[in-house]
């Protein structure tokens, strides 16, 4: 009986001592867009300082296409193991459930952290008819289209942004849609467009005039540059993004990320490759996090329903 006794409490102990402490093994971080770009740069920014602060490699993989559709596809499907995150921006969440057939929406992942925010600027194209944001709205009143602005692409983050200050303004304009930040910049600088919303860091490499941060309060980078908010058009815009998690992540695992998460955008090594791209690091835990994405969203939906875009 004692024997038996001692072998139906090993039993017991065997599954909890069988069970892994995590992460115990590499974590794959998907990268929604391909190498070069922004949100893979500061990915890759972030996972350097993530692998110190989970004591496990943490693998990016970029998985491009449809927006970003793609890269959150597979995030939303993978196994709940926290084995398989994602970095994903606003726009491939908030937006483009509204503009494609993505097989996910806002509220089907579990969010872990925000951990960069990176403020838009209005920028000044050359030869425009006007030299500052008062003079570019009142340049709109003139006709619906008389003011020719720039965004990479229909629905995107810079296009929804653009959209909104003028609506906030009670005015119009002419988008004409490029491929990117960097030929939409060209077109700037030969005069095709008057204005068009990106980073600072595109102002700053083209020399082009930022006209406004659509922020509450100045950037440290532009100290000269007012918001929309003292120009009396007070919005936030900006591009901002964090980790995701695929629906039914534990919560211990989930509060392991996050607070590893947060070490990571404390550190020295992430602040200034932010600083380097003109993004702040801008750490939210998980349910605040949550909650700006899908209040974003729904700001999003009745937007690009206004803009007849909304495919729902």
Known sequence: MIIRALLLSLALLLPAAAQEVYPSRPVQ????YPPGGNTDLMARALQAELSRALGVSVVGVNRGGAAGAIGNAEVA???????????????????????????????GFRYICQFYDNPQVVILGRNAPFSDLRGMIAFARTGKEALVYGAPGQ????????????RAAGVDGLMVSYTG?????????????????ESASIAA??????????????????PEVPTSAELGMPMNGSTYGGLLAPLGLRDAMAAVLERACEAA???EGFRNAAERLSAAPSFLPG???????????????????????SNR
């Open 77 to 107: 499907r993978a196994r709940p193991d926290g084995l398989t995150i994602g970095v994903s921006p606003n726009n491939a969440i908030t937006t483009q459930p509204f503009l494609q057939a993505t097989p996910y929406q806002a509220d």
């Open 155 to 166: 629905g995107s983050t810079q296009h929804i942004l653009f959209a909104q200050l003028l």
């Open 29 to 32: 971080l998907i990268i929604l």
């Open 205 to 222: 490499s083209t020399g082009l005039q930022a006209l406004a941060v659509l922020a509450d309060r100045r950037m440290p980078g532009l």
């Open 265 to 267: 955008v404390a550190s």
């Open 287 to 309: 349910a605040a996090f949550r909650a700006r994405f899908l209040a974003e969203a729904a700001v999003n939906r009745t937007l690009l329903q206004e803009l007849g875009l």
């Open 181 to 197: 930040a960097g030929p939409m910049a060209a077109a700037a600088l030969a005069g095709t467009i008057m204005a068009f919303a």
